[in-house]
Nanobody, 122 residues
Framework: VQLQASGGGLVQAGDHLRLTCATV????????MGWFRQAPGKEREFVAT????????YHADPVKGRFTVSRDNAKNTVYLQMNSLKPEDTAVYYC????????????????WGQGTQVTVSS
């Protein structure tokens, strides 16, 4: 199983990025996909998730209205569109896969990608 996150980079405040997570080795259409991030010295936190069952999405309050999670089952890929980026969005972003419709915590995600760095300068 591989989850390959990409698309991170160094941008200025107000810019946008789109993260991509390509998966191999899982039945993608049966996995809820999530995005998480971890800033230096902080714990990993939830960013967004999209259910496999009904494609319902959930976004953490700090990113609501700016970030959008989506998926393409034909490409076994999940995306995170990040607009109006802020310096506090700086973190390593991880994608993860959970074999359940409504995972409630990090420990319910079975597979994790290696992370992609997002740095937002002010």
């Amino acid at each position: 199983v591989q989850l390959q996150a990409s698309g991170g980079g160094l941008v200025q405040a107000g810019d946008h990025l789109r993260l991509t997570c390509a998966t191999v080795g899982i039945r993608f259409s049966l996995y809820t996909m999530g995005w998480f991030r971890q800033a230096p010295g902080k714990e990993r936190e939830f960013v967004a998730t999209i259910s496999y069952r009904d494609r319902r999405t959930y976004h953490a309050d700090p990113v609501k209205g700016r970030f959008t999670v989506s998926r393409d089952n034909a490409k076994n890929t999940v995306y995170l569109q990040m607009n109006s980026l802020k310096p506090e969005d700086t973190a390593v972003y991880y994608c993860a896969a959970a074999a359940r419709a409504r995972p409630t915590g990090l420990n319910e995600y079975e597979y994790w990608g290696q992370g992609t760095q997002v740095t937002v300068s002010s």
